[in-house]
């Protein structure tokens, strides 16, 4: 049975290549196709960077769960370990996924996987809370953030309104010592979320056919075969 799919990072790349400058346009788009198609992607020196930096958190979280250490005596820099404190009693790397009926194209799964997630009802955050850890050595502002397709579609896989990025800001993009870190808090209004992610839907694939990628994404991205 055909299978229709969607990641939020795919919408996003396409929200990009909308509404980027005309000078941006050539490479927006080869990007965009590049990820329908799923091209090979090596992960660069800076996404590396960033996956570690995630994997050190839950290793300090679960060290400090399973066996007892202090995080705030063990080696690491303040903002790290605030991070960790942040983190203490999540879960980590939680799959997540919820299907909407898009008009003419039937169902539509969407998926994503959280770094951090507190359930409804969790001794910690009663209504649940999804955290997401990133880093970058050029933090410009939250719009980056804020404007991205990540914390709704999250937000509606548990029906939890309450997301928070946990940005380390590099001292330089070389560096892996933190200068600074940002918390973006926001509060999501579930109530219209359905209906903006299905019209985002519809947008991508009304794009899709007009440009003939409807193929490359239908069995190439959503790996439905031929």
């Given at each position: 049975m055909a299978t229709l799919k969607i990641a939020p990072t795919l919408l996003n790349s396409f929200d990009f290549y909308i509404g980027c400058p005309e000078s941006w346009k050539v490479r927006a788009y080869e990007g965009l196709v590049s990820t329908i198609k799923r091209a090979p992607f090596k992960p660069t020196p800076e996404i590396t960077k960033g996956l570690n930096f995630e994997a050190q958190v839950q290793k300090r979280v679960e060290g400090c769960l399973q066996f007892g250490w202090k995080n705030h005596e063990l080696p690491g820099s303040t903002e790290f370990k605030i991070v960790v404190d942040r983190c203490m009693?999540?879960?980590?790397?939680?799959?997540?996924?919820?299907?909407?009926?898009?008009?003419?194209?039937?169902?539509?799964?969407?998926?994503?996987?959280?770094?951090?997630?507190?359930?409804?009802?969790?001794?910690?955050?009663?209504?649940?809370?999804?955290?997401?850890?990133?880093?970058?050595?050029?933090?410009?502002?939250?719009?980056?953030?804020?404007?991205?397709?990540?914390?709704?579609?999250?937000?509606?896989?548990?029906?939890?309104?309450?997301?928070?990025?946990l940005v380390a800001v590099w001292e330089d993009a070389g560096s892996t010592k933190i200068k600074s870190l940002k918390a973006i808090n926001m509060k999501l209004d579930l109530e219209t979320a359905e209906e903006r992610i299905v019209n985002q839907i519809t947008n991508f694939y009304t794009w899709l056919n007009l440009n003939g990628l409807w193929e490359d994404y239908f069995h190439t991205y959503c790996k439905n075969p031929r």
């Open positions: 009693y999540g879960k980590f790397q939680v799959w997540g996924k919820r299907t909407y009926d898009v008009p003419g194209y039937g169902k539509v799964k969407t998926v994503g996987k959280a770094d951090v997630l507190f359930s409804k009802g969790s001794d910690h955050f009663q209504y649940g809370k999804i955290i997401d850890i990133k880093t970058t050595g050029n933090f410009k502002d939250e719009r980056k953030y804020t404007e991205s397709w990540q914390p709704l579609v999250y937000g509606m896989f548990w029906e939890i309104p309450y997301f928070q990025f």
